[in-house]
């Protein structure tokens, strides 16, 4: 049960979405995680980040490589799901590419 398992913010896990609703982004597919350790090391819960391989660029949508494939992180899809949605750890993003996630999140949240 991953929620025994420790997980850290900007790990890349393959996560299972559905069911969802509307424009929500679907299937089982990779994700990163978003939450502190505040929040995934005492919930059930973890704040993710969908990764797809198709979509458009926008400032809140992030390009990156990872395993020789192109992708894009899709911070307007952000949510908080249950860790046994988690189903397998494939990676994590370099340090560099994990700062730029967090600053675009913070500034996404701001109140400018």
Do not use: N
């Not at 979509?55 to 952000?78: C, E, K, M, T």
């Not at 340090?95 to 996630?101: E, Q």
């Not at 999140?105 to 400018?112: D, G, H, I, K, V």
């Amino acid at each position: 049960m991953v929620s025994q398992r420790l997980i850290r913010r900007g790990e890349i896990w393959i996560v299972k979405l559905d069911p969802t609703v509307g424009s929500e982004i679907r299937k089982t597919r990779p994700c990163v995680i978003v939450s502190p350790a505040e929040i995934h090391d005492h919930l059930r819960t973890a704040i993710i980040a969908p990764l797809t391989s198709k979509g458009f660029s926008a400032p809140y949508r992030l390009h990156v490589r990872l395993g020789g494939r192109d992708g894009i992180i899709l911070l307007d899809q952000i949510r908080a799901v249950d860790k046994s949605r988690l189903l397998k750890r494939v990676g994590a993003l370099a340090p560099a590419t994990l700062s730029t996630v967090l600053s675009v999140l913070a500034e996404l949240f701001s109140e400018q």
